[in-house]
C-alpha cells in the first residue's frame, strides 16, 4: 500500500525534474534523497519507481535510478505518439463538444490573440511568454476535455510532461531567428489554432483531426530541423508551473 511519505518523496522528485534542477542522466540516490526529503529509504525508492512507469526516470540494475536521458529517435518517436492521440481527440472534439466547451476553447483562442498582438507590437521579446505558453496549454486542455475520453487525456498529459522536461530550453538555430520571423511564426501558430476551433465550432471531425495533425506535424518538423543543427543534443528545459501540467 503506498503510504504518504511515498506521495511526499514523488512530488518532491517530480519537481524537481520537472523545474531543471536534476538534470537528465543525473543519478538520484536513495539515501541522499531520503536525507534531503526527511523520509525513510523505501518510499523514495517506491518514488523512483512511479517515475520511471511516468517515464522521467530510469532505473537500471547495479546502477540505481538517473533522471531519464533520451535518443534523438526517442524524441521522435514520442513527438509522433503525441500526434496521433492529440489529433485524434480534437476530432472526437467536433463529435463531443458543448457549448461550455466552445467557449472554453474560443476564451482561450481569444486570450492568444491579444498576447500575440501585444508582443508582435512590443520591442521587447521577453514580454507576455508565459500568459502565451498558459493559453496555448489552455486551448489544447479545452480540446482534450471536450472529447470526452478521460484514459486518452490523462495518457496525452503524461506524454506531454516527459515532453516538456526533455525538451531543449532554446533550441540550436533559434537565437539566429529574426523578430520578424519569430513574429511570422507566431501569427501562423495562431492561424492553426483558429482553424483547428473552426473544425470543432462546425461539428467536423475530419477537418478537427487534419488541422490538428497538421499544426503538430508543423511544430515537429520545426523542432526536429533546429536539432538536427546541433550535433550534441542536450534534451532538457526549466518549466513554468502550467508548462508543468501541458505545454504545446
Request: glycine residues 4%.
Given at each position: 500500500m503506498k503510504s504518504v511519505n511515498t506521495d511526499v518523496a514523488y512530488e518532491h522528485i517530480r519537481k524537481k525534474i520537472l523545474n531543471g534542477e536534476y538534470l537528465p542522466?543525473?543519478?538520484?540516490?536513495t539515501e541522499v534523497l531520503a536525507g534531503e526529503i526527511g523520509v525513510s529509504r523505501t518510499p523514495v525508492r517506491d518514488a523512483l519507481r512511479k517515475l520511471e512507469t511516468d517515464g522521467l526516470v530510469s532505473?537500471?540494475?547495479?546502477?540505481?535510478?538517473?533522471?531519464?536521458?533520451?535518443?534523438?529517435?526517442?524524441?521522435?518517436?514520442?513527438?509522433?505518439?503525441?500526434?496521433?492521440?492529440?489529433?485524434?481527440?480534437?476530432?472526437?472534439a467536433a463529435r463531443n463538444r458543448s457549448e461550455a466547451d466552445l467557449h472554453e476553447i474560443r476564451f482561450a483562442?481569444?486570450?492568444?490573440?491579444?498576447?500575440?498582438?501585444?508582443?508582435?507590437?512590443?520591442?521587447e521579446d521577453q514580454l507576455?511568454?508565459?500568459?502565451?505558453?498558459?493559453?496555448?496549454?489552455?486551448?489544447?486542455?479545452?480540446?482534450?476535455?471536450?472529447?470526452?475520453n478521460e484514459l486518452m487525456k490523462k495518457e496525452i498529459l503524461r506524454l506531454h510532461v516527459i515532453h516538456r522536461v526533455l525538451a531543449?530550453?532554446?533550441?540550436?538555430?533559434?537565437?539566429?531567428?529574426?523578430?520578424?520571423?519569430?513574429?511570422?511564426?507566431?501569427?501562423?501558430?495562431l492561424e492553426k489554432h483558429d482553424d483547428i476551433y473552426q473544425a470543432i465550432l462546425q461539428s467536423d471531425p475530419?477537418?478537427?483531426k487534419r488541422e490538428m495533425e497538421f499544426h503538430l506535424q508543423e511544430l515537429i518538423d520545426h523542432n526536429m530541423l533546429l536539432i538536427s543543427r546541433s550535433e550534441n543534443v542536450s534534451l532538457a528545459r526549466e518549466l513554468t508551473a502550467e508548462e508543468l501540467v501541458y505545454s504545446s
Open positions: 542522466g543525473q543519478a538520484l540516490m532505473i537500471q540494475p547495479h546502477l540505481g535510478a538517473s533522471v531519464k536521458k533520451i535518443q534523438l529517435k526517442e524524441f521522435r518517436e514520442l513527438c509522433d505518439l503525441r500526434l496521433a492521440l492529440e489529433s485524434h481527440a480534437a476530432g472526437l483562442l481569444e486570450a492568444m490573440r491579444r498576447l500575440t498582438e501585444k508582443i508582435i507590437q512590443s520591442n507576455y511568454p508565459e500568459e502565451l505558453a498558459r493559453e496555448d496549454a489552455r486551448f489544447h486542455i479545452a480540446i482534450m476535455t471536450a472529447a470526452d531543449l530550453p532554446t533550441l540550436p538555430g533559434q537565437a539566429s531567428v529574426s523578430k520578424t520571423e519569430m513574429n511570422a511564426r507566431r501569427l501562423s501558430v475530419i477537418a478537427a
